[in-house]
């Protein structure tokens, strides 16, 4: 198991830039699949990005050419880099991860079984 726990929120205005960063403990993350989800009161939990093992990164279209997913195994730290940020980010931002195969794709909330507490970004 791996636990995670996520910084980097704030608030910020339009067009602004935030990099939140996941720091994970308890297990080596080079292995996991990786993801960063967000999500707003009363809505579903939505799939952001994700960077498997071998460091390939998925993107909802909603983020693509904004919000960069990079990881450092070594650090053991998952980071997501925020650039022209839209009102519509705004959301509460969840780190996850899973060290089994993904199956479903690495933005599917469903794949993962380890969670952050959240990060709040606010665009405004």
């Known amino acids: 198991h791996v636990q995670l726990v996520e910084s980097g929120g704030g608030s910020v205005q339009v067009g602004g830039s935030l990099r939140l960063s996941c720091v994970a403990s308890?297990?080596?993350?080079?292995?996991?699949?990786m993801g960063w989800f967000r999500q707003i009161p009363d809505k579903e939990r939505e799939g952001v990005t994700g960077?498997?093992?071998?460091?390939?990164?998925s993107y909802a279209d909603s983020v693509k050419g904004r919000l960069t997913i990079s990881r450092d195994n070594a650090k053991h730290t998952l980071y997501l880099q925020m650039n022209s940020l839209k009102p519509e980010d705004t959301a509460m931002y969840y780190c996850a991860a899973e060290n089994r195969p993904v199956v479903g794709g690495p933005l599917d909330e469903d794949e993962y079984s380890e969670w952050g507490q959240g990060t709040q970004v606010t665009v405004s």
């Open positions: 308890g297990d080596t993350i080079s292995r996991y699949c």
């Open positions: 960077i498997e093992s071998d460091g390939s990164a």
